[in-house]
Every structure is written in structure tokens, then in C-alpha cells.
């Protein structure tokens, strides 16, 4: 695995970067890429960035050894009038991650992963959502990192895991 890349906090100013890692967790399909706008704009993602860090807020990015971000994992504490696809609760922190496709493979998402399980924990939250399309291959690293299927849809799935 390699290790050429370290962890720091998401600030406010990473709101563009945070996009461009939620077009890329919505674009992961091969061939199946949405112009940025039209993933920003969708009343499925924009919730996941809109007003972007609000007290509830937090996250982490991966950036390479020049201190280019490469990666993102972030989460937002969603009201039950306006959930997001991976909601579970008033209280459950939904889970965004992103990696540049240059840097997959390298160990960048498994580190953004445990990292934002164990910040959420540390801001007090026992347990953190995502929601998953059935065939992207992120559900792997998924399992392998704690979290289990608590809702099945049609073509995703809502995992969460304990953040202890």
C-alpha cells in the first residue's frame, strides 16, 4: 500500500473540493459521468455540500506529499424532513467520500474512511451512515471496515457502523 499522501481537517475554504469529490462519488461508474453542474445543482447531492461547514460539519482531505488534495471523506448531520440517501437518524452523521480516480487503489479511501469514522466519534456520534449502489466496488472496503447493511433499496443500500 502506499502512504505518499496524509490527513488534515476539511476547512470551509475546501467547499470546491468537497464538490469535486461528490461528482466523483456520483460518477463512479465507468462511462456514466454527469457534467459537475448537474450533480451540484441535483436536489439528491446539493445537500451534501449546500451551506458547507455548518456546526454539525466535518471531514477530513487527503492531500499528496505537494499538499494537492487528492481525497475526501465528509459527513453532515441530516434532518429527517430532508434526508439524504444514506439517512438513519436525527442524530447519525451521513458519510461522503471521494477519491481522485488517479489516486484509487492506494490506500487513500481506507485511510479517509477510518479516519472520519474516528473523528465522528471523537465529536460524540455513535454511529455513521453511508449509502451505497449495490454494484459500485467501494461496498468492499465498506464491509471490510465495519459497515453492515441496516436498509435495503432497490438499488442501494444504507450501511452504518459504530464509531467506537
Given at each position: ?5 496524509s ?19 456520483a460518477n ?25 461547514k ?5 471531514g ?12 475526501a471523506?465528509?459527513?453532515?448531520v ?5 434526508p ?12 461522503i ?7 484509487r ?25 453511508l ?34
Amino acid at each position: 500500500m502506499y502512504r505518499d499522501f496524509s490527513l488534515r481537517r476539511a476547512a470551509q475554504a475546501d467547499a470546491m473540493f468537497l464538490g469535486d469529490m461528490l461528482v466523483e462519488a456520483a460518477n463512479w461508474r465507468a462511462g456514466g459521468v454527469r457534467p459537475r453542474h448537474e450533480v451540484l445543482t441535483s436536489a439528491d447531492h446539493r445537500r451534501y455540500l449546500a451551506g458547507w461547514k455548518r456546526m454539525a460539519d466535518d471531514g477530513l482531505v487527503a492531500t499528496a506529499s505537494d499538499d494537492v488534495p487528492v481525497g475526501a471523506a465528509w459527513y453532515r448531520v441530516l434532518p429527517q424532513d430532508a434526508p439524504g440517501f444514506g439517512f438513519i437518524g436525527v442524530a447519525v452523521p451521513e458519510l461522503i467520500i471521494g477519491v481522485h480516480p488517479l489516486w484509487r487503489a492506494r490506500g487513500v479511501g481506507r485511510s479517509l474512511l477510518r479516519g472520519i469514522v474516528h473523528l465522528a466519534g471523537s465529536q460524540g456520534h455513535a454511529r455513521i451512515s453511508l449509502s451505497v449502489e449495490r454494484d459500485n466496488f467501494a461496498r468492499n472496503l465498506y464491509r471490510a471496515e465495519g459497515f453492515a447493511v441496516v436498509r435495503e433499496g432497490e438499488s442501494r443500500d444504507t450501511m452504518a457502523r459504530g464509531t467506537a
